[in-house]
């Protein structure tokens, strides 16, 4: 089996190349291409993960970025709120979303509940 670590670019994308045709053509699980490629995707998965790992989106570049895109204001977000005082906490990061603001956010506005959701919130 031919297989190398991945742990530059270089190796990266040999990896890449190695796979594509995989992709068009899988393989049955079990037999030595089958294992060939459940090896490249595990190295190539790993070396992503370390090398270009995916943060979870922040709730409020989220709330900014649809307020930017759909040019809605901080005003509109107070009335979808209920005050002013709240967007701007919320805004500025001195509050965290609650579970009755990200349902009115997801509903109103379209986001999914999933991109709004921080490390905690509180009832």
């Given at each position: 089996m ?8 270089g190796s990266?994308?040999w990896?890449l190349?190695?796979i594509?045709p ?7 699980p079990?037999t030595p ?7 490249l ?13 995916i943060?979870?989106a ?5 709330i900014?970025l649809?307020m930017e895109?759909?040019?809605r ?9 209920g ?6 906490e919320?805004?500025s990061g ?6 009755d603001?990200?349902?009115?956010l997801?509903r109103a ?15």
């Amino acid at each position: 089996m031919d297989v190398r670590p991945v742990n530059d670019e270089g190796s990266y994308a040999w990896a890449l190349g190695q796979i594509e045709p995989y992709f068009l053509d899988e393989p049955e699980p079990g037999t030595p291409e089958g294992d060939r490629f459940d090896v490249l995707a595990t190295l190539i998965g790993a070396y992503e993960a370390r090398a270009c790992p995916i943060e979870a989106a922040d709730p409020v570049g989220v709330i900014r970025l649809v307020m930017e895109q759909t040019g809605r204001t901080q005003a509109d977000l107070a009335e979808l709120l209920g005050s002013r005082p709240r967007a701007s906490e919320v805004l500025s990061g001195r509050r965290e979303l609650s579970k009755d603001m990200i349902g009115k956010l997801s509903r109103a506005w379209k986001i999914p509940a999933d991109l709004l959701l921080g490390a905690s919130v509180p009832a």
